[in-house]
């Protein structure tokens, strides 16, 4: 298991501001014992493990993957595309959110957003975004139009422009707009069959968390 595993867990417990004691007591386990998995000298039983993620509001998934998601920062990455690109489908916007992610993950080891993505019939998808989607719309920050075809097409509304992008660095920014740029104009299904050659794709089984690792092993003209 690694390291970052056992440093997310701490960094949520501190999060939550609890203490190893109340961590273990939920759990059912001895303090020593979970002193001893923060600390790395153990691991926990998948038992343990369901309900520190149940605790923690997150998907088993995430804490095995040792990311902790960025809501916010996910949700100013999804922003951000829909200021360059002006309208764009439900399921091309997913796409290109899995190219920043994986893309910065090939360049820095670690993911722009923390997001883990499941295989899905059309591509990769977090199981955060159509839950951050809803609540865009809810708020009225984007806009959701069905098209003939049946496509949920999605736009940003004016009050969807005034949020602020400060989650975003110069260079997370730059990357969003090299994925933007090769991708405008291209047809949802094209960048779908794109992602379906990927490594990450391909070694997953259906509904499985694809492997951020695995896509370090792809060339880099076709990382996005």
Excluded at 133 to 138: R, S, V
Excluded at 181 to 198: I, L, Y
Aim: charged share 30%.
């Amino acid at each position: 298991m690694s390291n970052d595993y056992f440093k997310m867990i701490k960094s949520l417990r501190v999060e939550k501001g609890l203490s190893q004691a109340e961590i273990a007591e939920k759990i059912g386990v001895s303090r020593s014992s979970y002193i001893a998995f923060e600390q790395g000298k153990r691991e926990l039983g998948l038992d343990e493990a369901a309900k520190i993620a149940d605790l923690f509001g997150v998907s088993l998934e995430e804490l095995k993957s040792g990311m902790i998601p960025d809501n916010e920062k996910y949700k100013q990455m999804i922003l951000a595309f829909l200021r360059l690109d002006r309208k764009i489908t439900k399921t091309k916007l997913a796409k290109l959110l899995y190219f920043a992610d994986f893309g910065w993950f090939y360049y820095h080891l670690k993911s722009m957003s923390g997001m883990s993505y499941r295989k899905m019939t059309y591509g990769p998808v977090s199981d955060a975004y159509f839950r951050i989607i809803d609540d865009l719309f809810d708020k009225g920050e984007i806009d959701i139009v069905k098209t003939e075809d049946g496509a949920m097409l999605i736009s940003q509304t004016r009050s969807g422009a005034k949020n602020s992008l400060s989650a975003l660095n110069a260079e997370e920014k730059k990357l969003i707009s090299t994925i933007d740029k090769k991708w405008q104009g291209k047809k949802t299904a094209e960048v779908v069959d794109f992602t379906h050659k990927q490594f990450p794709y391909l070694y997953a089984q259906d509904n499985e968390i694809v492997s951020y690792g695995l896509f370090t092993q792809e060339d880099p003209d076709e990382i996005f």
